[in-house]
Structure formats: structure tokens, C-alpha cells
């Protein structure tokens, strides 16, 4: 007994350190418990909030994963924008008002969707370039002797500037219109519509399948200067001397190949009849309206990364060739590696078509004695003309590309092709300076300089310096402009 005794008054210490230790847990667990479930609270209202979204579609919010913790937020467009984005996405990409557009939810309404339908949407874009140029031009005229030359100089000519507006009616109609800026004139307007991708249809006014180098390439991805002379002279001479005709153009993909049939119309100068009536040409003029009597194919393909290569043929009967028609044939290769080097070739053929001057008795017109409402047949003659270039680019920086390119362009018989020269040699230097790199179309400077050399003739004073400016806020484009 007296042992029991002892062992309680010595274990009663640790008893009462224990009962202390017990209760200490409990309150830390109790702690920890209320803390939890402060946690799973503002988790459950998160969730909440976000199931509301999802459920609302609210445009405006986007759910993003925080990368320290894994948990998702919900958080604003312009809040994203302003934390991530540098500045040409929050311009032109995703969550940005070009990149979104303008949604016409009245279209939708017309068309009887609901809240899962595709929202119709309006988008917009404004590009530009100018030019700052120093041209030798010929003193004399009649002599062109480089040693008789002055120069022209240009502080801020107005080249190319353009307003688009595209909407996306149903996720395979679309159509677009573009206003010329240095035009003063609408220069695109089209519909398309994708039934397939092996088959897509567009109709209007627009550049469709043709030289790879001008009619289908936009003016906004040009690497120095200009289109090729060969491209721009192919095009001017098949009717259309701002690369656009109103037509029907079929397209499609196929694995690596793309496709492109284009009727059109035969002179796009003559594009304002739609008809007989108003005031259109004179009775004894031959048929009245639009003439689509022309066509052109291209093909391209892309069996390899990085290279391109294809080519197209076209007809064209002009007012005053009767029911005569008038050849055209381009080929390209291109290697493009993007913001590493570029090399590209272009080959182009066509006969010009030079009609008989009654008043000078000479075959010195590009058009028909009757003017180009004029379908009746006029004594003419076909004139051949061949060119090709080599270009190559190569990326110093992500920001600089210094360009070089050499062309060769055949007038024909000087006779009468309306040259006093028969062949012609551009050599041309420059450099781009991209202001965004991962937006090269967005903002360019370009400085260039052009050397021509004409043979078979006199030397014409023509070299030229000059630098460009673009500006390109536009990332929707459904046409080459």
C-alpha cells in the first residue's frame, strides 16, 4: 500500500502534463479545423462565381490558372491585358477589340439562334503606307541622256492606305468591304462561302487567282519597294491594272495543295456596268454590261516546310479583240524559313494587246479605238513580254532584314511595244526594319534603293532612294489587298 502510494505522488506530474498536452491538441485541431473551413468557404463562392460565368458566357472574364499556386481565378480581359500582354497583343490579339470585333447579336436574333448559336461579328482595321522619295528623272525627255537629269523629291507621298471591314455571318459565310483611302473608292467587295474545305466559293470584286507574286499577295507582305515588275505589268496588260476584277472565284486545300479557278470579267476599267442601262455604251458598241470572258487558275503547293512552289495560266479577251483571246503564264518557288532568310524566284509571260490608231496609223493603244465599253472586234496585234526576279532576305536581328533583288524584264519589238528599249534590269537594295517582329505587318520602315538599266535603247535617268512607312492595325484579312 505504501508503494501504490508513492508511485501516484511521483506519476501525478506527468498525469497533469499530459491532460495539458491533450488539451493543447485539441485546441490547435479545433484551430485548424475553423481555418479549413474558412478555405473551403471562400473556395466554395470562387467556384460559385465561376460556374456563373461559364453558365452567363460572360465575354468580358476569362478563367486563368495561377502558376505559383494551381488554383484558377476569374479575372478580367483588361486585367489579363494589363499583367501578361505585351503591347501589340493587347492590340491586335486575342481579347483585343480588333481581334473581337463587334458582336451583332441583332443578326442572331434575325436568324433565330440562341445562346449556343455563333454570334455574327463585325470586324475592322485601317492599314497605310508612305513614302519618302528621291527620283532622278530625265531633264530632256526626248534625249534621256543620264547626264541631262534632275531629281523629284517626295517628302511624304500617300502610296497605298486602305479601310477593311469583314463580317462573319454564319462560321462559313463571310463577306467584306474595302475602302480605297488614295482612291477614294470602294476596291473590294465580296462574299464567300466555305462549303467544304476541298470547295469554298467567292464572289464580288477582289483579287483572285493569278500571279503569285502581285494578285495573290497582299500589299501589306510586299519585301521591297513594289509587286515585281513582271507581276504588276502581267497584270495591267490581262485587264486589270489594279489587280482586281469582279468574278467567281472557286478555291480549296487539299493535303498540301491549294487551288484557285477565278472567272471574271475582261477589263475591271469598265467595272461600273453591271448593265445596259443608266449610260451605258451605244447600241453599235457591241454587247452591253459585264463580259466574263476571262479566267485564270492558279496552283500551289506546299509538300515541305518552309517551301512553296506552283504557277497559273489565264485568258483574257479585252474589249475590242472580238472573240480573240490573249495568254498569260507565271511560276514561283519560294523558300521562306520566318524571321531566319527568304529566297524567291518569279517567272511571267503574256502577249500585251496593242490596238490600231486610225489617227497615227500605228498599233500604239492599249485599248480599243472605242474606249473599253467598246466589245466590237478592232484590228490589233499581240506584243510578247517575259520577266523574271531573284530575291533574298536574310534576318541580321529579329527587328532587321537587309533585301537584295535583281529583275529582268523583256519590253519585245521596240517597234511596237511602245518603248523606245527593249529589255530592262532593276537591281534593288534595302533594308526592313520590323518594329514588331511577331506582327511583321503591323508596323514597317523600309529603306531602298533602286538602280534600272535599259539596253537595246538610250539609257533612262530614273534611279531612285526612298524609304517607306507602314502602319497596319488589321489582323482579320480575308483577301489579298
Same mark, same amino acid.
Given at each position: 500500500?505504501?508503494?501504490?502510494?508513492?508511485?501516484?505522488?511521483?506519476?501525478?506530474?506527468?498525469?497533469?502534463?499530459?491532460?495539458?498536452?491533450?488539451?493543447?491538441?485539441?485546441? +490547435?485541431?479545433?484551430?485548424?479545423?475553423?481555418?479549413?473551413?474558412?478555405?473551403?468557404?471562400?473556395?466554395?463562392?470562387?467556384?460559385?462565381?465561376?460556374?456563373?460565368?461559364?453558365?452567363? !458566357?460572360?465575354?468580358?472574364?476569362?478563367?486563368?490558372?495561377?502558376?505559383? =499556386?494551381?488554383?484558377?481565378?476569374?479575372?478580367?480581359? @483588361?486585367?489579363?491585358?494589363?499583367?501578361? !500582354?505585351?503591347?501589340?497583343? +493587347?492590340? =491586335?490579339?486575342?481579347?483585343?477589340?480588333?481581334?473581337?470585333?463587334? !458582336?451583332? &447579336?441583332?443578326?442572331?436574333?434575325?436568324?433565330? *439562334?440562341?445562346?449556343?448559336?455563333?454570334?455574327?461579328?463585325?470586324?475592322?482595321?485601317?492599314?497605310?503606307?508612305?513614302?519618302?522619295?528621291?527620283?532622278?528623272?530625265?531633264?530632256?525627255? &526626248?534625249?534621256?541622256?543620264?547626264?541631262?537629269?534632275?531629281?523629284?523629291?517626295?517628302?511624304?507621298?500617300?502610296?497605298?492606305?486602305?479601310?477593311?471591314?469583314?463580317?462573319?455571318?454564319?462560321?462559313?459565310?463571310?463577306?467584306?468591304?474595302?475602302?480605297?483611302?488614295?482612291?477614294?473608292?470602294?476596291? $473590294?467587295?465580296?462574299?464567300?462561302? $466555305?462549303?467544304?474545305?476541298?470547295?469554298?466559293?467567292?464572289?464580288?470584286?477582289?483579287?483572285?487567282?493569278?500571279?503569285?507574286?502581285?494578285?495573290?499577295?497582299?500589299?501589306?507582305?510586299?519585301?521591297?519597294?513594289?509587286?515585281?515588275?513582271?507581276?504588276?505589268?502581267?497584270?495591267?496588260?490581262?485587264?486589270?491594272?489594279?489587280? +482586281?476584277?469582279?468574278?467567281?472565284?472557286?478555291?480549296?486545300? #487539299?493535303? #498540301?495543295?491549294?487551288?484557285?479557278?477565278?472567272?471574271?470579267?475582261?477589263?475591271?476599267?469598265? @467595272?461600273?456596268? #453591271?448593265?445596259?442601262?443608266?449610260?451605258?455604251?451605244?447600241?453599235?458598241?457591241?454587247?452591253?454590261?459585264?463580259?466574263?470572258?476571262?479566267? @485564270?487558275?492558279?496552283?500551289?503547293?506546299?509538300?515541305?516546310?518552309?517551301?512553296?512552289?506552283? *504557277?497559273?495560266? *489565264?485568258?483574257?479577251?479585252?474589249?475590242?479583240?472580238?472573240?480573240?483571246?490573249?495568254?498569260?503564264?507565271?511560276?514561283?518557288?519560294?523558300?521562306? &524559313?520566318?524571321?531566319?532568310?527568304?529566297?524567291?524566284?518569279?517567272?511571267?509571260? %503574256?502577249?500585251?494587246?496593242?490596238?490600231?490608231?486610225?489617227?497615227?496609223?500605228?498599233?500604239?493603244?492599249?485599248?480599243?479605238?472605242?474606249?473599253?465599253?467598246?466589245?466590237?472586234?478592232? $484590228?490589233?496585234?499581240?506584243?510578247?513580254?517575259?520577266?523574271?526576279?531573284?530575291?533574298?532576305?536574310?534576318?541580321? =536581328?529579329?527587328?532587321?532584314?537587309?533585301?537584295?533583288?535583281?529583275?529582268?524584264?523583256?519590253?519585245?519589238?521596240?517597234?511596237?511595244?511602245?518603248?523606245?528599249?527593249?529589255?530592262?534590269?532593276?537591281?534593288?537594295?534595302?533594308?526592313?526594319?520590323?518594329?514588331?517582329?511577331?506582327?511583321?505587318?503591323?508596323?514597317?520602315? =523600309?529603306?531602298?534603293?533602286? %538602280?534600272?538599266?535599259?539596253?537595246?535603247?538610250?539609257?533612262?535617268? &530614273?534611279? #531612285?532612294?526612298?524609304?517607306?512607312?507602314?502602319?497596319?492595325?488589321?489582323?482579320?484579312?480575308?483577301?489579298?489587298?
Amino acid at each position: 500500500m505504501k508503494y501504490k502510494l508513492l508511485y501516484l505522488i511521483l506519476l501525478t506530474p506527468f498525469f497533469s502534463l499530459y491532460s495539458q498536452e491533450k488539451s493543447d491538441l485539441e485546441k +490547435r485541431v479545433e484551430a485548424l479545423e475553423q481555418a479549413l473551413n474558412v478555405k473551403n468557404k471562400e473556395l466554395e463562392e470562387k467556384n460559385k462565381a465561376l460556374e456563373e460565368a461559364i453558365k452567363t !458566357k460572360n465575354e468580358n472574364t476569362e478563367i486563368v490558372k495561377n502558376t505559383s =499556386t494551381g488554383t484558377l481565378n476569374l479575372m478580367s480581359y @483588361d486585367t489579363i491585358a494589363r499583367t501578361e !500582354k505585351p503591347f501589340i497583343q +493587347r492590340v =491586335t490579339g486575342e481579347g483585343s477589340a480588333l481581334q473581337d470585333g463587334i !458582336k451583332l &447579336n441583332f443578326l442572331k436574333d434575325i436568324l433565330g *439562334g440562341d445562346e449556343n448559336s455563333f454570334t455574327p461579328t463585325l470586324k475592322y482595321g485601317i492599314g497605310m503606307v508612305l513614302e519618302t522619295i528621291y527620283q532622278e528623272v530625265p531633264s530632256d525627255k &526626248n534625249v534621256y541622256k543620264e547626264a541631262n537629269s534632275s531629281y523629284n523629291f517626295q517628302p511624304g507621298a500617300f502610296k497605298i492606305g486602305f479601310l477593311h471591314t469583314d463580317m462573319q455571318i454564319t462560321p462559313k459565310l463571310g463577306a467584306s468591304v474595302t475602302w480605297n483611302l488614295h482612291a477614294n473608292k470602294i476596291t $473590294d467587295a465580296f462574299i464567300k462561302y $466555305d462549303f467544304h474545305k476541298l470547295l469554298g466559293v467567292q464572289i464580288g470584286r477582289f483579287k483572285g487567282a493569278g500571279n503569285r507574286a502581285a494578285n495573290e499577295t497582299s500589299a501589306y507582305d510586299i519585301d521591297l519597294v513594289d509587286f515585281t515588275y513582271t507581276s504588276e505589268n502581267q497584270s495591267t496588260d490581262q485587264g486589270a491594272p489594279d489587280l +482586281r476584277h469582279y468574278g467567281i472565284d472557286l478555291y480549296g486545300k #487539299w493535303k #498540301w495543295v491549294k487551288y484557285s479557278f477565278f472567272w471574271h470579267n475582261s477589263d475591271s476599267n469598265r @467595272d461600273r456596268y #453591271w448593265s445596259g442601262f443608266n449610260d451605258g455604251p451605244n447600241v453599235d458598241q457591241g454587247n452591253h454590261g459585264l463580259e466574263f470572258k476571262s479566267w @485564270d487558275f492558279s496552283l500551289h503547293l506546299f509538300p515541305i516546310k518552309n517551301i512553296e512552289f506552283g *504557277g497559273h495560266m *489565264g485568258s483574257v479577251n479585252l474589249p475590242g479583240m472580238g472573240y480573240k483571246q490573249s495568254w498569260a503564264y507565271s511560276g514561283y518557288l519560294y523558300y521562306i &524559313n520566318p524571321n531566319k532568310y527568304k529566297f524567291k524566284f518569279d517567272y511571267g509571260t %503574256h502577249k500585251q494587246v496593242r490596238f490600231f490608231n486610225p489617227k497615227t496609223g500605228d498599233y500604239n493603244l492599249t485599248s480599243s479605238a472605242g474606249g473599253n465599253l467598246d466589245y466590237t472586234k478592232h $484590228d490589233f496585234i499581240k506584243v510578247n513580254k517575259l520577266g523574271y526576279s531573284f530575291l533574298v532576305g536574310y534576318n541580321v =536581328t529579329n527587328h532587321i532584314e537587309p533585301v537584295a533583288r535583281y529583275e529582268y524584264y523583256d519590253q519585245g519589238n521596240k517597234a511596237i511595244s511602245g518603248f523606245n528599249y527593249e529589255k530592262l534590269n532593276l537591281y534593288t537594295i534595302g533594308v526592313n526594319y520590323y518594329v514588331y517582329p511577331n506582327s511583321p505587318r503591323m508596323a514597317k520602315i =523600309t529603306a531602298f534603293y533602286q %538602280h534600272r538599266d535599259e539596253t537595246g535603247g538610250p539609257k533612262i535617268a &530614273n534611279d #531612285w532612294f526612298g524609304l517607306s512607312y507602314q502602319i497596319v492595325l488589321y489582323n482579320n484579312s480575308k483577301g489579298n489587298f
